[in-house]
């Protein structure tokens, strides 16, 4: 160990620390385990969880200026450290909820930075939460210290991590004195800041209060209520509107229906001039036996034992495309969207679509 000129008391703190450093290492892996592990479960997104020791440089300048403090090294909460950034300013609050579940909480030493009313406190609105692992996660008769070293574990927003860390390069909070200009300029940013947070937040509940009533409106079949959007189109799909077509074309063939995504035909749905779910379904409710026709007639001519699901979907466009009188030119650009490229047997496919429509006297 170096010389920090420590008095005696604060070196055989320093002793201790440097004594125990497995153990910390070993205290540190769980608690990152432990906290991805349950972030995940809980299917929060995160930025990441960060982790560190606290160094033996570090703690000596701590004791050197506040070793009197400290009865003994297990009075210091921090020798591990581990820090939560989540996207989402409610997210802080359902992990923190985590930490209290699966860890024992020191609420006499943690601390709820967000209650304070700074001007400039943006940056360090966070929580800080003094935590011991519980027997149940973790046990070792050999090192029962693993169960009593205190952790800290930090969870904030990306935002006030931001913040907090280019306040800690520019110097400020220091004891460099800084224009007030500067500062003023710095409050001014950290409440835009603060504002950002919030907002993401509100805007994300927002969201999510939309999708649950869309939901809602899908579910009790009010198709008309329904603006068509990626969001309602997912919702729709999920009831599975196209298989009782599919399986009414499989069974020309005795094919098996092979699942595929359908999530691309939005673009080619709204291409169509489709506004509302209202207006898909009634394109499944009015067309399907001509899609089914048409179907028949295509597999008619191969031995095809396996379909994709998107067949079903796919001939109803062509006859909505076909009755729009918009033939060769719409199925080439139907084709276009659903395929996302253009290639040359586009036409030649195209006509091959009109020929078995006009064969089976659909669009004459």
Same mark, same amino acid.
């Given at each position: ?110 601390? %709820?930075? !967000?209650?304070?009313?700074?001007? %400039?406190?943006? *940056? ?23 169960? #009593? ?7 904030? #927003?990306?935002? +006030? ?42 805007? !994300? ?10 939901? *809602? ?24 509107? &196209? ?25 080619? &749905? ?11 379904? !009634? ?30 979907? +796919? ?9 729009? *009188? ?22 030649? !496919? ?15």
């Amino acid at each position: 160990m170096k010389d920090y000129g420590l008095d005696l008391h604060c070196t055989m703190m320093m002793e201790d620390y440097l004594e125990r450093l497995p153990v910390l290492r070993k205290i540190q892996e769980i608690v990152v385990d432990k906290l991805n592990e349950c972030v995940e479960e809980a299917g929060i997104t995160i930025d990441g969880v960060a982790s560190r020791i606290k160094t033996e440089k570090s703690l000596a300048g701590k004791l050197a200026k506040k070793g009197y403090k400290y009865n003994s090294i297990d009075d210091i909460t921090d020798l591990v450290g581990a820090r939560i950034i989540t996207f989402y300013t409610d997210d802080v609050d359902k992990i923190s909820s985590l930490v209290d579940k699966y860890f024992n909480v020191d609420w006499e030493n943690s601390v %709820d930075k !967000r209650k304070s009313h700074e001007l %400039d406190s943006f *940056g360090y609105n966070s929580l800080h939460y003094i935590c011991t692992i519980p027997e149940c996660m973790y046990h070792d008769p050999e090192h029962p210290e693993i169960n #009593t070293i205190r952790v800290e574990v930090q969870m904030r #927003t990306a935002l +006030q991590h931001a913040w907090a860390t280019i306040n800690h390069d520019i110097g400020y909070k220091t004891d460099i004195e800084i224009p007030r200009e500067h500062l003023r300029n710095l409050t001014r940013l950290a409440g835009m800041l603060e504002l950002a947070d919030e907002q993401f937040s509100n805007i !994300r509940t927002s969201i999510n209060d939309y999708r649950r009533q869309v939901q *809602g409106l899908v579910e009790g079949g009010k198709f008309d209520e329904v603006p068509l959007n990626g969001d309602s189109f997912a919702s729709y799909l999920e009831l599975n509107p &196209f298989d009782k077509l599919n399986k009414r074309i499989a069974a020309v063939n005795q094919a098996e229906i092979l699942p595929a995504p359908l999530d691309h035909y939005f673009e080619a &749905f709204k291409a169509l001039g489709m506004n509302t779910l209202g207006d898909l379904d !009634r394109l499944i409710k009015e067309n399907s036996d001509d899609a089914f026709v048409l179907a028949s007639r295509m597999l008619g001519r191969t031995d095809l034992d396996i379909i994709s699901s998107s067949i079903g979907v +796919q001939n109803l466009c062509y006859i909505k495309i076909i009755k729009a *009188g918009i033939g060769l030119i719409g199925i080439k650009k139907f084709l276009e969207i659903v395929e996302g490229q253009v290639s040359d047997d586009l036409e030649e !496919r195209a006509m091959l679509i009109l020929e078995d429509a006009k064969a089976v006297q659909i669009g004459c």
